[in-house]
């Protein structure tokens, strides 16, 4: 059965900060897809970044980078210099590729974070 | 850019009620999902549809049904609403890529309250 387990329930660091949010998963199938959502105090999920198993190159993406290691079964998100607006509750995510009928989606249970100024 | 509502932000409804919930994407997409999100549980898949008239139950379909007469709008049915249904429920859609998965996108979310 897949997991996804985000250990950190809550941090909170202060403004500029770097700050790195932890997600482990376990899935027994060898193709894969990997899911990082943001959700802020409004409620709605963000779509943040879609990593297939295939792919372990890092990514970057402005003051957000993924570090995707198959060997650790982890794919950890790290934000650069953090600020006030980054305060949110962050969510990974695992799908395997579907037999039938639709994916689905298993969802860590989430890290709060608290950027504060 | 995707764009999914849903018909309310806040609901309060009364033990008993029958309640609608409604989700509408305009991007075309083929898949449509609604989650419930409870502290400390997370978000949890209550049914899905990958075409119209078409659905599959999730992991806790109990107590809701659902409906998709048409590919835009997917609707969540609480037969007779009770005060442990009371939660945040998350619609998504995604645009149901064959043998892949796609990302799921989601809308603003109801704040259902059952009393």
């Known amino acids: 059965a897949q997991k996804v387990t985000q250990a950190q329930t809550e941090i909170s660091v202060v403004e500029k900060e770097d700050v790195t949010l932890d997600c482990v998963y376990e899935?027994?199938?060898?193709?894969?897809?990997l899911f990082w959502y943001k959700q802020p105090p409004s409620g709605e999920l963000v779509f943040l970044i879609r990593?297939?198993?295939?792919?372990?190159q890092n990514e970057i993406s402005g003051r957000y980078s993924w570090n995707f290691q198959k060997s650790t079964s982890s794919f950890n998100f790290t934000i650069t210099a953090s600020q006030v607006v980054d305060s949110a509750v962050y969510f990974c995510?695992?799908?395997?590729?579907?037999?039938?009928?639709?994916?689905?989606?298993?969802f860590g249970k989430g890290t709060k974070l608290t950027v504060n100024p | 850019d995707v764009k999914v509502t849903q018909s309310s932000r806040y609901l309060v409804k009364r033990t008993g009620e029958k309640v609608f919930l409604e989700c509408v994407q305009d991007?075309?997409?083929?898949?449509m999902f609604w989650y419930r999100q409870d502290p400390g549980l997370g978000l949890r898949l209550i049914y899905f549809?990958?075409?119209?008239?078409?659905?599959e139950k999730g992991d806790i379909p109990e107590g809701y049904s659902v409906s998709r007469e048409k590919k835009e709008r997917f609707s969540l049915i609480l037969e007779s609403a009770s005060t442990n249904q009371t939660s945040m429920y998350l619609c998504?859609?995604?645009?149901?890529?064959?043998?892949?998965?796609?990302?799921?996108?989601f809308g603003p979310g109801t704040r259902l309250t059952v009393l």
């Open positions: 998504a859609s995604s645009l149901g890529l064959p043998a892949s998965t796609d990302t799921q996108y």
């Open positions: 899935t027994r199938d060898t193709t894969y897809y």
């Open positions: 990593r297939n198993s295939f792919d372990e």
């Open positions: 995510a695992l799908s395997e590729i579907p037999q039938g009928g639709s994916e689905k989606l298993v």
């Open positions: 991007m075309d997409h083929e898949n």
């Open positions: 549809s990958y075409d119209v008239k078409m659905k």
